[in-house]
């Protein structure tokens, strides 16, 4: 789902491999958002009554 792998050289990972969350969200900020828009967006039309 994400554009690139998660790699150590862009400090997306620890040295023991684990994902560093911060840099993440920063660096997908803008998909992540996207995301979350697109789901509230949804929940909103499936509430309206028809």
Known sequence: ????????????RTANGKIERNVVVRAFAIPIDAMHDD?????????KPN
């Not at 789902?1 to 997306?12: H, I, V």
């Open 1 to 12: 789902m994400l554009p690139r792998l998660l790699a150590f050289q862009r400090g997306a």
């Open 39 to 47: 789901a509230a967006f949804a929940n909103q039309v499936r509430s």
